[in-house]
């Protein structure tokens, strides 16, 4: 705070910058994203999405697995961070709002509270959040969205693991979800920044890039928030 005073519209609510559902399971974690281009008001649509480490689907807590250490509350608090960092490398979110809607009732109350009454998993997954939000300079808003039909397309990216490969997951969203914008498939999370300390360096603009139907943006890297979620870090 001394190196680097809050913004106003860190904590007051702005023009909303983006807004998109998230989900996860044990296969991985995925989200859509729509993002109004100021140019043209249009809407463009974004999609990601991340598969689970082995260890870390082998690690949640289940009816064949009651000794586990990750619950599917851990997966989809890891999903909502994970697609605020996907957005703000695409988008432009300093002093924004970005609204995000989740099915998961315990991630939707840890984002909002912001806070945890128990030193697990998931406060070290809102520490993170916490972290990448000042970094980043906005102001993240969570909402809840019901399950199932209501949150289909979130649903689809991140369950479709053993039926779809990325082009033919696009190519899905695309037929079943069709937008006035082609949709954008995009994988980029966290790509190795270092996020455990503090960061007081201004951001930097993202390369605001035009959607390409069709083009992929593999993960080179995994992300920190699967990392976070095995309790490896």
Known sequence: ??????????????????????????????????????????????????????????????FKNPAGSITNSDLELAGTIAQHDVLVLHVDCRERTIHTLTDNTPALTWQ????????????????????????YWYLPR?????????????DNCSRLWHNLSDHQLLTHIDFHYPQSEPWKLVC???????????????????????????????????SEALLLASGEV
């Open 112 to 135: 909002s509270k912001w806070s945890t009454t128990t030193a697990s998993i998931h406060a070290y997954l809102l520490r993170l959040q916490a972290v990448h939000w000042r970094h």
């Open 142 to 154: 969570l909402a809840h969205i019901k399950e199932g039909e209501h949150n289909v397309m979130a």
């Open 1 to 62: 705070l001394q190196n680097r005073p809050t913004r106003l519209r860190e904590i007051v609510d702005t023009p909303v910058a983006a807004i998109g559902a998230t989900d996860a399971a044990a296969p991985g974690m995925g989200g859509v994203i729509f993002v109004e281009a100021q140019a043209t008001g249009k809407l463009n649509p974004l999609l990601w999405r991340a598969p689970f480490p082995q260890d870390v689907q082998h690690d949640i807590v289940s």
């Open 188 to 222: 980029q999370l966290f790509r190795g920044r270092q996020l455990r300390v503090p960061l007081v360096a201004e951001p930097q603009e993202p390369a605001l890039m035009e959607p390409v139907h069709g083009r992929i943006y593999p993960a080179d890297l995994p």
